[in-house]
């Protein structure tokens, strides 16, 4: 052994001791050490590609489902709508709903007070017609689509309305928040959403150095035969439901006509003006 290699005595004060060296683990300890690491390792081999494939399927989905809104000109629904304004929950509206691209739609509430809202791009001036039973019932309004008296105790004006709208936050939000690492996919779990197949897919958001997304937790349900974003829930960071969307008995392609979009409608009660 050379010199370099011993170690000097320490003197105690009462004579020479020799330092040993340390004794090792137990061999069954070294080997659950070495079991507990080669697991680790294990699982991150396994969970990485894991999470790469559930990246891909949801950018995968989205194609889907933007071929799919693209392949229709118009549809019917009952919109179910519940949504908080002003940190307090508002009561749930089902809404039947006609819609036609590029931006015709009307809505008739089925709940409560008749109600009507008709908005056509390019047509009434770009106001949106709406009527209400009541003292005021004969008389039919004209608005800006995002005037205050609309967007009292509303979250969304109209031209938000529709698959559209869902799929336009999706494709600007998830691309970004999967390159720049700030999403979790919770979970893509087939399930029953209103009675029907559907693909649930749960997402959170944690945007940094000063991007926003639309939500910082969502659940969306996206009927397996249209492809389409058949519901949607909306949570704040403080986990509160802020909206929540959804549309039953739709009908794709229902053969919608201009008078389906008229205010001339003998099935509407818009009055003339």
């Not at 089902?94 to 089925?110: D, E, G, H, S, T």
């Not at 969304?156 to 799929?167: A, N, R």
């Not at 959170?204 to 926003?212: M, S, T």
């Amino acid at each position: 052994m050379s010199a370099s290699s011993r170690r000097a005595p320490i003197d105690s004060g009462k004579g020479i001791r020799r330092v040993t060296p340390a004794r090792r683990a137990p061999a069954r300890l070294r080997f659950a050490a070495a079991l507990a690491a080669a697991a680790f390792f294990s699982a991150m081999f396994f969970i990485a590609p894991a999470m790469a494939g559930q990246d891909e399927k949801l950018l995968a989905l989205l194609g889907q489902m933007e071929a799919s809104y693209a392949r229709i000109q118009d549809y019917t629904a009952v919109f179910q709508k519940k949504e908080r304004w002003r940190d307090k929950p508002l009561p749930e509206e089902r809404i039947m709903v006609k819609f036609q691209k590029p931006m015709k739609v009307y809505m008739k509430w089925l709940d409560g007070p008749a109600k009507e809202a008709l908005y056509v791009n390019g047509e009434y001036n770009n106001k949106v017609l709406a009527r209400c039973d009541g003292l005021l019932g004969l008389v039919t309004w004209t608005f800006n689509p995002t005037d205050s008296a609309l967007m009292d105790r509303n979250r969304h004006p109209i031209t938000d309305l529709g698959f559209g709208f869902i799929i336009e936050m999706m494709r600007r939000d998830i691309p970004v928040a999967l390159d720049k690492g700030e999403i979790e996919i919770v979970r893509m779990d087939e399930e029953i959403f209103n009675g029907r197949p559907a693909t649930t897919i749960e997402l959170r958001f944690a945007p940094k150095d000063g991007r926003w997304y639309y939500t910082s937790h969502a659940i969306f349900h996206v009927d397996k035969e249209y492809l389409l974003p058949v519901g949607v829930t909306c949570y704040d960071e403080r986990e509160v439901m802020q909206e929540q969307y959804s549309y039953q008995d739709v009908k794709l392609n229902a053969g919608l006509s201009e008078n389906d979009f008229s205010k001339g409608n003998k099935d509407y009660r818009f009055c003339p003006f």
